[in-house]
């Protein structure tokens, strides 16, 4: 028995965790401000405040904005999913066990990538409701308007998250999910996770906390509200373990999360135990 696994095996398992990281492993990597290749065991996102504009007397000096510039620490934390491939076992199994190994690390790194970015958005102090009722048009429509308040862009990368019973309240609105209001993308049809509405990409998610209890939260947010860090993607190591004829399958990553803007993140608080209307 050898005591290494060939070297194609491992760059095509390198590949597929790559890809299954990439296709169903993190929801929210790609909706947040992020950085890739950090050095170090944290990195710093640049707040910059807003400016004010005044008027000067003639031939007199103009008064800097003196626009503010805070820095916001992202520290990275190590995280790691292995599991072992026991020899005797694969004979026996008749689905490529590679396989499954692979979606399960890069699967498991993606939702913690999700649970970093999560609880970093829930560190904001801006909300609508209440925790006692469930998602409506008024809170949907509140949640846009709190971002407005706060001066967020407008400028398409608004992200709404929805847990799945709340995404399904909102289908019983009809300014959100009928295509009178918002277009020919029929919302009981959709094979996608998100849909565009009041200039935010909402979106299903299943981490969010107090999902199926009474105190359920939602989120809106801009992009830049929100900052990621990579000081290492999603990679894998495969070693033999000759004293339990396995090899061991490793996928590991180094990453962080913060939250940028307070301002630009607004929970939104529901019951999400109450049942959909006429169900």
Known sequence: MSTSI????????????HEAYQRQGSLLRATVRSKNNVK????????????VASTKARHGKITPMNVDHTPIECTLQDFFAGDYIDKLDEAKVNHDERMVIAN????GLGRKTDELLITAADASTTFVGD????????LLVGAVEALDDNDVPDDGNRW???TPRQWSHALTVSEFASA???GDDLPFMQRNRTRSWLGVNWMRHTGLPGKSTTTGTCFA???????HASGMDVTSDITWQGDRAAHFVNNMMSQGACLIDAEGVVEIRVNDTLAIPGS
Not at 40 to 51: E, L, N, P, W, Y
Not at 104 to 107: C, L
């Open 40 to 51: 170090g065991a944290s990195t710093t996102f640049q707040k910059v405040g807003k400016g």
């Open 221 to 227: 947010y801009h992009k830049n509200a929100l900052g």
């Open 180 to 182: 009178d209001f918002v």
């Open 6 to 17: 060939d070297l194609s095996f491992v760059k095509q398992f390198e590949r597929e965790v």
């Open 160 to 162: 709404g998250l929805l």
């Open 104 to 107: 399960a690390g890069a699967w």
């Open 131 to 138: 925790f006692t009722g469930a998602i409506t048009r008024v």
